[in-house]
């Protein structure tokens, strides 16, 4: 079994879609980034690269490509699984937390977790999604940003545990 931890954080700015677990969500602001800017995603693939003790996205993903601009961080994810799959591991679980003072975010988390556990071909029991705020504290608080941070456990496959 392995461990891996991952962060992310992205700046909302006007004229700008929020999307987040891969699902479009109603407001007035939206996450700023080269890609869709999806903070949970970022967070759950650097958390699942972390654990096979891999380099970050930024690494595996670089905004100075032009093919990854406006991309759907689902994509990205879906290629994260295969170097997972590649290597042999599966999701164990995951557990993240989005840190977000606005919108409401309780409505959209069910998608969340059938989106991300489509992708890395799990039951959405092995996923698990929390919405806090931050009680207006620091830049979350005060409405410029939105943050996320996920845990996962990845378990060996039976197959290549025998060899």
């Known amino acids: 079994?392995?461990?891996?931890?991952?962060?992310?954080?992205?700046?909302?700015?006007?004229n700008e879609e929020l999307v987040l677990g891969g699902v479009n969500i109603p407001f007035h602001k939206g996450l700023?980034?080269?890609?869709?800017?999806?903070v949970l995603t970022h967070a759950i693939m650097d958390a699942i690269l972390g654990g096979l003790g891999r380099r970050?996205?930024?690494y595996h993903f670089p905004d100075t490509e032009d093919q990854y601009r406006g991309i759907s961080?689902?994509?990205l994810l879906a290629r994260v699984f295969a170097i997972m799959d590649e290597e042999s591991y599966q999701l164990g679980n995951l557990d993240a937390v989005v840190a977000a003072q606005a919108p409401k975010l309780a409505p959209y988390i069910e998608q969340m977790v059938k989106n991300i556990a489509q992708i890395l071909q799990v039951?959405?029991?092995?996923?698990?999604?929390?919405?806090?705020?931050?009680?207006k504290l620091g830049s979350v608080g005060r409405g410029e940003g939105i943050?996320?941070?996920a845990i996962v456990l990845l378990v060996r496959r039976e197959e290549e545990k025998a060899k």
């Open 123 to 135: 039951s959405e029991r092995q996923i698990n999604i929390k919405a806090t705020t931050t009680e």
């Open 1 to 14: 079994m392995r461990v891996g931890i991952g962060y992310d954080v992205h700046k909302l700015g006007e």
């Open 56 to 58: 970050d996205i930024g």
């Open 73 to 75: 961080s689902l994509q």
């Open 32 to 38: 700023i980034g080269h890609s869709d800017a999806d």
């Open 147 to 149: 943050t996320a941070q």
